[in-house]
């Protein structure tokens, strides 16, 4: 999720050979980057709590959806379609 909206990976990639954990698995070590200040608010909160670092902290999928909906609502154009960028291919 956080590619989607941000365009990049949460976290710097690691270094596969490295014997230390945090070079080896930034993510572990290191909090994600920030979302672009484009990311409506509830998209955000969704979006970090997916990256929490304890599992059991992390949304389950119908709490995603649950919690998505707003933005999702809020997107839509008359027709019920979302309203959004063109992708860039």
Same mark, same amino acid.
């Given at each position: ?6 365009? !990049? ?9 490295? &014997?230390?954990?945090?070079? !080896?698995? /930034?993510?572990? &070590? ?5 979302? /672009? ?17 304890? /599992?059991?902290?992390?949304?389950? /999928? ?8 707003? @933005?999702? @609502? ?6 019920? !379609? ?8």
């Amino acid at each position: 999720m956080f590619h989607a909206v941000a365009g !990049r990976r949460p976290f710097e990639d690691g270094d596969p050979k490295a &014997a230390d954990l945090a070079d !080896r698995f /930034p993510q572990i &070590a290191t909090a994600p980057h920030p979302l /672009p200040d484009k990311v409506p608010t509830e998209v955000a909160a969704v979006v970090r709590a997916a990256l929490e670092p304890n /599992p059991a902290d992390r949304p389950d /999928p119908h709490e995603v959806a649950e919690a998505l909906q707003p @933005a999702r @609502a809020s997107a839509a154009g008359p027709a019920g !379609r979302l309203q959004g960028q063109p992708l860039n291919r």
